[in-house]
């Protein structure tokens, strides 16, 4: 089994990709009208919901999160936050948008790269990279009632593959992880950021969807 | 890995709380009229589903409800006999509720000394023992297609997150656990059953939801 | 564990099943109108969410899909297949149904003597068995917003329940497994068949709904 003790920095970025998971959550759970358990609920299943999906998919229980305890502050203080800011965080959706985009390109990497080195070849590590980035997503629209949201034409899952592709894939190819890992990183999130500005889509089905 | 041999007091109190948790499955399958087929599974997502998912975070797999016919038969005869008797069912609504919350007093502790057992920390031990409360209800109400009642303002988890830290906090300060495990389910099972008797709700966000 | 090495015709058979599966889940994202990803995504859960869901209870974690690129490839093209010629296999819904009998019916048996070899029971084994038939297709109507179509009179889980049945209760009673497994599928497969043929329902629960 390997290592579990990530770089200093690292933890710190994965607790801000978590708290701006988390915030999204609840104000998912915000405009949905839920209870204050239901706001800290949809905020922890949105920020660690990916990571818990690929380590039990993988085998690595219990997940990290549940042995940390900063990991399961982090969400509950971005729960109560949006509880009581709402209306503030609402009017910085642009802004959370773009940290969004942020903690989807740190999960992206770190999922693949974890997913790796406990065993997983290159495409399905990737694929767990994925789901790292958006499984919390998924779980989020799934218990607040809605189809999950990256199914409805937003690029979001396409850049957090392409960016833990590359990560499993450059290291699989030698390179140093310091230099793959940053740059997987950057460009999941330049592409997302673009998609985000430019309002780029997912291809559409075309002809009478009454199959 | 710890012993799986528990006192037989505590294996019928588990079973009866499976079978009231899976009549109140069986219920919301009834009402959303589901074949039989899907009122046995709501049933036993019901009744199980909390137990499952904890015993898949903390590594405990196979469940242990898969290697005992005891609690896979409970549940069916939960669901089949809701499925034939459920306007009487309906009828006894208020006392199915306060059955409910022996059976939560009961999952909330025991899942948090299951979780404590397989090594996790307090906090996580608790929140483990919170969602085998509340676990099987959430599957319960997203198979049924409609967001987990638990977040709609029903005072349900608060109590289980007090009993389950009250068991796994008691312990961790050594004392006896056959003192702290009823007292942690009488707080729990009190404040529930309070809850109920008087309409406490969680409490909801204020201000624009139109964030 | 259990050695991983099954025949070349399991892993053909067990690949069409999932090429069958993931059409079917396709074809449901594309009449929600969802994008490519999830088109994608709806074709994966719904070939490869049943197994998953098995290996990650009985504890054969990561499942077998994420260590043979194959069974990722397979979803993947059909998906693609579906999201380009939908039209067409609408028309086709008939015959998309016979085959999604026989990925049923092999499921159901391949399922149940997985579980039976990862050390489950003969009960359990046959539950797990059904659940590797049946999660797809709950997993696919979950994460596109509807209750299960399983749970709505369709007889699809117990023939399910019964292949998985004979198949690891043949096997407990020493009957050789080249005979039991093509047995139990038939079994499982001309219930099924005779189920869509007849148009046989699953019962219903009578008199008022509204407990």
Same mark, same amino acid.
């Given at each position: 089994?390997?290592?579990?003790?990530?770089?200093?920095?690292?933890?710190? !970025?994965?607790?801000?990709?978590?708290? *701006?998971?988390?915030?999204? =959550?609840?104000?998912?759970?915000?405009?949905?009208?839920?209870?204050?358990?239901?706001?800290?609920?949809? /905020?922890?299943?949105?920020?660690?919901?990916?990571?818990?999906?690929?380590?039990?998919?993988?085998?690595?229980? @219990?997940?990290?999160?549940?042995?940390?305890?900063?990991?399961?502050?982090?969400?509950?203080?971005?729960?109560?936050?949006?509880?009581?800011?709402? @209306?503030?965080?609402?009017?910085?959706?642009?802004?959370?948008?773009?940290?969004? /985009?942020?903690?989807?390109?740190?999960? &992206?990497?770190?999922?693949a !790269?974890?997913?790796?080195?406990?065993?997983?070849?290159?495409? @399905?590590?990737?694929?767990?990279g994925? %789901?790292?980035?958006?499984?919390?997503?998924?779980?989020?629209?799934?218990?607040?009632?809605?189809?999950?949201?990256?199914?409805? =034409?937003?690029?979001? /899952?396409?850049?957090?593959?392409?960016?833990a592709?590359?990560a499993v894939?450059?290291?699989? %190819?030698?390179?140093?992880?310091?230099?793959?890992?940053?740059?997987?990183?950057? *460009? &999941?999130?330049?592409?997302?950021?673009? /998609?985000?500005?430019?309002?780029?889509?997912?291809? %559409?089905?075309?002809?009478?969807?009454?199959?």
């Amino acid at each position: 089994m390997p290592s579990a003790d990530p770089a200093p920095l690292l933890v710190v !970025l994965d607790l801000v990709g978590i708290f *701006v998971f988390a915030i999204s =959550g609840a104000l998912v759970a915000v405009r949905k009208e839920l209870d204050l358990f239901g706001v800290l609920v949809l /905020a922890g299943a949105t920020g660690l919901g990916g990571g818990f999906v690929r380590d039990v998919l993988i085998g690595a229980v @219990p997940p990290a999160a549940l042995a940390d305890w900063r990991y399961l502050l982090v969400p509950a203080v971005a729960g109560v936050t949006a509880f009581f800011v709402h @209306p503030t965080l609402g009017r910085w959706e642009r802004q959370v948008n773009v940290f969004d /985009a942020f903690g989807l390109a740190l999960f &992206c990497v770190v999922g693949a !790269l974890k997913a790796s080195a406990y065993g997983l070849e290159v495409v @399905p590590a990737a694929l767990m990279g994925m %789901l790292t980035g958006i499984g919390g997503g998924m779980l989020r629209d799934v218990l607040a009632g809605r189809v999950p949201v990256i199914f409805r =034409g937003e690029l979001y /899952a396409t850049p957090a593959l392409a960016g833990a592709a590359l990560a499993v894939g450059g290291v699989e %190819l030698g390179l140093p992880v310091v230099v793959v890992a940053p740059v997987a990183a950057a *460009v &999941c999130l330049v592409w997302r950021l673009l /998609a985000l500005w430019r309002g780029w889509q997912a291809p %559409l089905p075309r002809g009478s969807a009454s199959v």
